[in-house]
């Protein structure tokens, strides 16, 4: 078991920055391909970035890109959304979450997951 821990969200105005963390604890072995999803209010769950565990393969949601960055470090187990040149649109509930499938932009990958941190960008 694996539990995820977000922080880091907030009120924004927008073109503001954010940083989000993600702390795994448990059996938080370094193997876990990690990713960032989001729901907005009235809509559906979203992924918008992932890593895998060698921080080598990386996506982004097209939404997000050039303004997101997902990094990791997993001497800390903790993965990170730099989030750059917010906009009104990216106001949600942001979780993180964990699992081992190599299909890094599928939610099916994705087995263990956070409670959320809440983002809101003012405009």
């Known amino acids: 078991q694996v539990q995820l821990v977000e922080s880091g969200g907030g009120l924004v105005q927008a ?12 059996r938080a ?12 209010p009235g809509k ?6 992932a890593i895998d565990w060698t921080g080598g393969r990386l996506y982004y949601r097209n939404s997000v890109k050039g303004r997101f960055t ?15 040149s917010l906009k009104p649109e ?16 599928s939610e099916n990958t994705y087995i263990y997951w956070g409670q959320g941190t809440r983002v809101t960008v003012s405009s």
Request: overall charge negative; aromatic content about 12%; proline content about 0%.
């Open 29 to 40: 072995d370094t193997m876990y391909n990690m990713a960032w999803f989001r729901q907005a």
């Open 70 to 84: 997902i990094s990791r470090e997993n001497a800390k187990n903790v993965v990170y959304l730099q989030m750059n």
């Open 90 to 105: 990216d106001t949600a509930l942001y979780f993180c979450a964990a699992g081992t499938d190599s299909v890094i932009f």
């Open 44 to 49: 559906e769950r979203e992924i918008i970035a």
């Open 15 to 26: 073109g503001g920055s954010l940083r989000l963390s993600c702390a795994a604890s448990g």
